[in-house]
């Protein structure tokens, strides 16, 4: 089965508003959880990470949430712009140097 | 100027044939790494290499055989090609094989087997 799960293929969102992108995960012993953005035709880029010893991190517009218990952990952009419409992919590691992506939401800003 | 370089960007194969992959990094990383997506899939890990030396495979088929003539390279050799590979091959470098270590990914192989 799929290890690393992102349920909502698209999200819509307007332009100011936030955006929150959710990803689930399967195993226990993933310790490494990351968010990377891709656009059409170019290599996905990490975005933002945390580690499983903090729940929460945030980066400028950027915070992740990190769920343990719920094996959950999310992504919540702030001041959304057009220039964040792209593939958010989640992804997972348990100190394999092996990531376990999920199947990705297209995020889509609505001027 | 891309730090990691694939080549080709789109190839097209017919099936049965053989093609390489070619993956350089200019990051002065130790450890390189093959993923695949192919169409309505996630992003799919598949080698890992260290030091030149392979860490792990998650790929099935012998059919896929990455070779390492040097630290900075990490090219895939694929035989006896299917229409099932085509996909796009993503070539990966991080400093070292851990979980914490940043990812930096090329651009990507468009393969498409006809």
């Known amino acids: 089965g799929q290890q690393v799960k992102q349920s909502s293929p698209s999200l819509t969102v307007q332009e100011g508003g936030i955006s929150i992108l959710n990803c689930d995960y399967e195993n226990d012993m993933f310790d490494y959880f990351a968010w990377y953005k891709k656009y059409p035709d170019n290599s996905p880029t990490l975005l933002i990470s945390v580690r499983s010893n903090v729940d929460k991190r945030e980066d400028g517009r950027l915070t992740v949430f990190l769920n343990k218990s719920g094996k959950h952990f999310s992504l919540h952009i702030t001041a959304s712009q057009p220039e964040d419409t792209a593939v958010y992919l989640c992804?997972?590691?348990?100190?394999?140097?092996?990531?376990?992506f999920g199947q990705g939401t297209k995020l889509s800003i609505k001027p | 100027d891309p730090k990691i370089i694939q080549k080709p960007k789109y190839l097209v194969a017919v099936t049965g044939s053989e093609k390489i992959l070619i993956c350089e990094q200019y990051l002065g990383h130790n450890a390189m790494y093959w993923y695949r997506q192919s169409a309505k899939k996630p992003l799919e890990f598949m080698f890992s290499y260290s030091y030149q030396k392979l860490m792990d495979n998650q790929t099935a088929s012998s059919r896929f055989q990455p070779q390492s003539s040097k630290k900075n390279h990490l090219d895939l050799q694929i035989t006896a090609l299917k229409p099932d590979d085509s996909a796009t091959y993503f070539c990966?470098?991080?400093?070292?094989?851990?979980?914490?270590?940043?990812?930096?990914f090329g651009h990507g192989t468009k393969l498409s087997v006809l």
């Open positions: 990966a470098s991080s400093r070292g094989q851990f979980s914490n270590e940043r990812l930096f």
């Open positions: 992804a997972a590691d348990y100190n394999q140097g092996k990531l376990i």
